[in-house]
């Protein structure tokens, strides 16, 4: 009698974790960043192919806001896809991270751009961020603090490998 329910209670462990192993696939989200200019049947294939989202470049690494994203996010939404972000690739020796918040998010609402949030790319540590990690964090913790004046959402797109050499163990700016 006991090895049967035994027997029974592993059946059912297994198939609750079986069950909750395909809750976790079913609910798996995928999405694509961008950084060219990006056509509306090229966002419907994504999305065909079970892409739900995308992050549109919307500032390049020169300080300088990117043309090409109020035709990639008009197109994104065109396209299909259920929620459309865009991210600034910030210009650390350009200074004035505040300045550059204001430009992107200026951009995107004088471009009538609908997103969800602002993503800050943070990577390429020796080639588009200095050595000195406090002034690093600094500059993005600058950006946090406009974002927040401003009242838009934002979050940090990045790497453990691509963080860690540019501010190393900080965690500023979580929330």
Known sequence: QTSHWKKMAISLSSRVAL?????????AVYGV???????????????????DFAVVRCWLSIGRADSACPYSVANAWA????HVDIY?????????PAGQVQGVVNFARSHGIKF??????IEGPGDYWGRDQ?????????MFNEVK?????AGVYTSRSQWEPIVGGWNGGAA
Request: one cysteine or more; glycine letters at 12%.
């Open 19 to 27: 069950f909750s192993c395909l809750i976790s696939v079913a609910l």
């Open 33 to 51: 960043d961008l950084s060219t200019s990006t056509s509306s049947s090229a966002f419907s294939c994504l999305r065909n192919e079970g892409f």
């Open 79 to 82: 396209g299909g896809m259920a």
């Open 88 to 96: 600034i690739f910030p210009c650390s020796s350009c200074g004035d």
């Open 116 to 121: 969800g949030m602002l993503w800050f790319d």
């Open 134 to 142: 406090g002034a690093n964090q600094n500059f993005i913790q600058a």
């Open 149 to 153: 004046a401003m009242g838009v959402n």
